[in-house]
């Protein structure tokens, strides 16, 4: 294992702050601190600098180490080592023999953010091989790089500035307005009116700018281009301050004097250093207030955990793959059922993992909830499993929370008061139950197109209460 070490305690379900960390987001850690310390090593070597910023700068003060309901790592360069760090960023790549990519308006035309975004490769990848690199994490993991930019010292420019970028982000705004117009049930629709609109600005801009807007991107991606260019255009020996444009137009506040960002120091991150602004706590209090220090949770700006979108968008095809090393099981519905009303239990792991800290104890809350109640119902469990391949290396992502499941599903079959059913017969199941409790997926998908109930369980809470209802009422409609 090349770079960062970390003891197996470090991947373990943790309570921070109240805050319960599961093993998977634990292992996702430890993959963007590795991602991090590639980035430091390649900038030292090339007199880069960089800062934490946001949430990260936040917890390296506060936690040493992660905010315990964050998942991301946000780091800051003022405008010349960023504009050196994007262009030199293949080099990163060939240095580190990793397939390291970076998003911004320059290298993804369909990219729209005002800063980059770097991953450790090209999609989430189970392989046992890159799940022994990366700590376990199969999700694509690396920090957002914010730039940073100087407003000009004299008031003149800085208003130009500011009047020129409010004008492109309305021609931004314009281009996104029209490109959302122009599909409609299928059927391309011109808003002449608006069209217009934005071609007015954008021959504008590119008289009063130089710029020149061409057919090959997208409209709004060159704006976007464009939009950065203008906030480069103050060099350090013109300025007094730094700050990130599309806060500064919010806020005029939020802005700092230059040496600020210009000079670092380096606090305990976790295992490593983190490089902070040399006057972190004032920096701090701007962007949180004076009580910066007193633990808040902040709602994620892109929901959390940050992999559950990359999780779910493998759809089925970890399901897929579980139907091959099902055992050869039979069940005999006929003679355990015995009058009772049949719940057919699905866990997928794909859920299971995005739901990591909470997703064994839920389970079992829910298996014995319905020993408490199988003298109504029978409980057909069907437990997605953790497949174990080359190709798919599932037992690496989450070690710990797999030998707890798995120790579910022995005690369950051992007691014995609901089916276990490890067949990979899907069509029995479904054809045998008389409802669907439990995770989305291939099975739900069934269910519902045999006409079943179908009720999703949420790891996020007890939903025990509402299964039984939901139950009754299925029952007091079949009899009405």
């Keep these: 294992m090349r770079g960062l070490e970390f003891s197996e305690q470090f991947y373990e379900r943790e309570t921070r702050d109240g805050f319960v960390v599961g093993e998977v987001m634990k292992r996702c850690w430890a993959a963007g601190l590795q991602a991090l310390e590639d980035v430091k090593e390649f900038c030292k070597s090339q007199d880069i600098r960089f800062f934490a910023v946001y949430g990260t700068l936040l917890g390296t003060v506060r936690h040493g180490g992660f905010i315990p309901w964050d998942d991301d790592i946000d780091i800051g360069m003022v405008r010349d080592d960023y504009i050196r760090f994007t262009e030199l960023f293949p080099k990163l790549a060939e240095h580190t023999g990793e397939d390291y990519q970076i998003f911004n308006p320059y290298t993804r ?5 005002n800063f980059s975004h770097m991953v450790n490769g090209r999609d989430l990848s189970f392989e046992r091989e890159h799940l022994q690199k990366w700590h376990g994490c199969p999700f694509l993991v690396g920090p957002d790089i914010y730039p940073y930019y100087y407003i000009p010292r004299n008031k003149e420019e800085e208003e130009y500035i500011m009047g020129l970028l409010a004008r492109i982000d309305s021609a931004i705004a314009l281009s996104r307005q029209s490109a959302k117009q122009s599909q409609e049930e299928g059927k391309f ?15 504008e801009l590119q008289h009063e700018t130089g710029y020149e807007f061409s057919t090959d991107r997208p409209i709004g991606n060159q704006l976007e281009i464009l939009y950065d260019q203008v906030c480069r255009l103050t060099p350090s020996e013109d300025a007094d301050y730094l700050t990130r444009y599309d806060e500064y137009a919010k806020d005029r506040s939020k802005k700092f004097p230059k040496e600020w960002l210009e000079n670092v120091v380096e606090l305990p991150f976790e295992n490593i250093r983190m490089p902070v602004p040399v006057v972190y706590d004032e920096v701090l209090k701007k962007r949180f207030g004076d009580r910066f220090m007193m633990p808040a949770r902040e709602p994620s700006l892109h929901g959390y955990p940050f992999y559950a979108k990359q999780m779910r968008e493998v759809g089925n095809k970890i399901e897929e793959r579980e139907r091959t090393i099902q055992t050869t099981d039979q069940i005999n519905i006929a003679l355990q059922a015995d009058g009772r009303c049949v719940v057919l239990f699905y866990t997928a792991v794909r859920e299971m993992i995005i739901s990591s800290a909470a997703a064994v ?6 298996l014995r909830f319905f020993q408490t109640q199988q003298e109504r119902y029978l409980l057909w469990w069907v437990p997605g499993r953790f497949i174990e391949e080359k190709d798919m290396a599932m037992d690496l992502t989450a070690p710990q929370m797999k030998r707890a499941y798995e120790k579910l599903i022995d005690d369950y079959r051992t007691e014995g008061y609901g089916i276990c059913d490890l067949s990979g017969d899907m069509e029995q199941a479904v054809r045998c139950c008389d409802l669907f409790y439990g995770d989305q997926g291939m099975l739900s998908e069934k269910a519902a197109e045999a006409g079943k109930r179908v009720y999703l369980q949420d790891y996020g809470c007890d939903d025990t209460d509402l299964v039984l209802k939901f139950i009754d009422e299925k029952q007091a409609e079949e009899q009405s």
Excluded: F, G, P
Excluded at 192 to 203: F, G, I, K, P, Q
């Design 109 to 113: 035309d369909w990219y729209c953010m």
């Design 189 to 203: 629709v011109t808003d002449s009116r608006l069209n217009e609109m934005l071609a007015y600005a954008l021959v």
């Design 361 to 366: 104890a839920k389970i079992e809350k829910i």
